[in-house]
């Protein structure tokens, strides 16, 4: 976490404040009693938000209307902050979004949680100095790819010369598959590989959000980008490179020369929220070729004048990609399942509160009848 990210607040245009976004807060505004202000959401902690608002940067209080997992903020959300009954400062309205980094939150119930919005890019992010672990890679790309960004993959710690798995180039051919078309860029915040690169992202305005387990050098890039901005970080544990899960907030980072990365905690757990969409953009080389399949419910396994099997044997995909697609397929159509449940569910406990309310108001007019009979 920054200490001190407040003193950062740059001018509303260099958040990526548009004219979406203008007319969006005339309409609000227009409607309201009380002067509102723009802004965008850089840090959602327990209990306030930090508000960017183009002067300085405003501490607001989550006021319990915002409580819910459908009507938080989130960090990249643009805003509209005003004055609630006792003068504090609440969020007033947050603007539809126009992309959104969402995962299932981890636990039973089935829920989302937003990490990060309105960003252009998702870096899906990997250490070199660690083994590629390529079933999370295409779950971080399914996820990139639903957010309606465009998702790229970068690389860290290109100059990690220690006892690796494997080398890199083998690493950057096996992800060569996985990545299905999307930009792979290397980078080291020590040598300076990469960076302008990565630096190219953030002109005209634009954010990215930054998705991978902790340790691998996140927020020490966001350093070296920032000219020093003070971001902290930490060394990884050498028995394991597990990291220490240093940055625990989702804080947006405006650069001084324009643009802005949303930093976020190292994440273990990337589970797919209704990322139908997402799925088949990940998997385009395979979900492609379903569209060719003779049978409407093939499962593209034996079956003849399969499309999926076709490009398997064109070498276009393999076998083991078809397998990770169809169990992420099979995940979420459980999800789809356990969603239709819980609402059911809930239906039915809304229902019966409803009928409860209904019967306690039923004794007291047939006293009231009982009593007018008399
Ligand atoms: N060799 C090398 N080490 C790096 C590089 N970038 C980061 N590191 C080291 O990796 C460790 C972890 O870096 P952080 O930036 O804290 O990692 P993080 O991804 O932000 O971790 P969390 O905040 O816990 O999610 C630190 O010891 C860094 O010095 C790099 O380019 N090369
Ligand atoms: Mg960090
Ligand atoms: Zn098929």
Redesign the pocket.
């Known amino acids: 976490m920054i200490d001190d990210l407040a003193v950062l607040s740059p001018t509303l245009v260099s958040l990526g404040w548009d004219d979406r976004c203008e007319a969006w807060a005339d309409k609000i505004s227009e409607a309201s009693d009380s002067e509102l202000t723009r802004g965008r959401i850089a840090r959602v902690s327990r209990g306030f938000s930090l508000v960017f608002t183009g002067g300085d940067a405003v501490l607001v209080n989550s006021s319990s209307e915002r409580s819910d997992a459908s009507t938080a903020p989130a960090t990249g959300d643009y805003v509209l902050i005003g004055p609630d009954d006792e003068d504090a400062q609440i969020i007033t309205a947050i603007a539809p979004r126009r992309t959104a980094l969402i995962r299932r939150m981890p636990g039973r119930v089935p829920e989302p949680q937003i990490l990060a919005a309105n960003v252009d890019h998702v870096l899906v ?1 990997h ?1 070199l ?1 660690r083994e590629l672990n390529m079933r999370r890679m295409e779950r971080q790309l399914v996820v990139a790819f639903d957010s309606g960004a465009t998702p790229v993959i970068v690389l ?6 220690d006892e690796l798995v494997e080398p890199f180039e083998q690493t950057i051919e096996r992800l060569g598959q996985a990545a299905n078309g999307v930009e792979i860029i290397t ?5 300076g ?1 990469g960076l302008d690169r990565l630096a190219e992202l953030f002109s005209g305005h634009r954010t990215s959000v ?1 998705l ?12 070296v980008l920032s000219d020093g901005v003070v ?6 544990r050498v028995t394991d490179r597990r ?6 907030t989702r804080d947006l980072i405006p650069f001084p020369g324009g643009g802005m990365i949303i ?5 273990r757990e990337i589970g797919l929220w209704q990322a139908h969409a997402g799925l088949e953009a990940a998997f385009s080389d395979l979900s492609g070729g379903a569209h060719h399949c003779r049978f409407a419910d093939c499962q593209h396994n034996k079956e003849p004048n399969c499309g999926v099997q076709e490009i398997i044997a064109a070498g276009q995909s393999t076998p083991e990609r078809l397998e990770h697609w169809m169990s992420l397929q099979a995940e979420l159509a459980e999800q789809d399942e356990q969603l239709e449940e819980f609402i059911r569910r809930n239906e039915s406990r809304l229902r019966a509160r409803a009928e409860d309310k209904q019967n306690k108001q039923r004794p007291k007019k047939t006293k009231r009848r009982g009593r007018n009979e008399f």
């Open positions: 992010m250490g100095d860290t710690k290109s100059d990690y010369e980078t080291s915040a020590k040598s590989d930054m991978g387990l902790s340790g691998i050098g996140k927020s020490t890039l966001v350093n971001q902290l970080t930490n060394e990884v990291g220490r899960h240093t940055t625990v930093d976020t905690p190292g994440i």
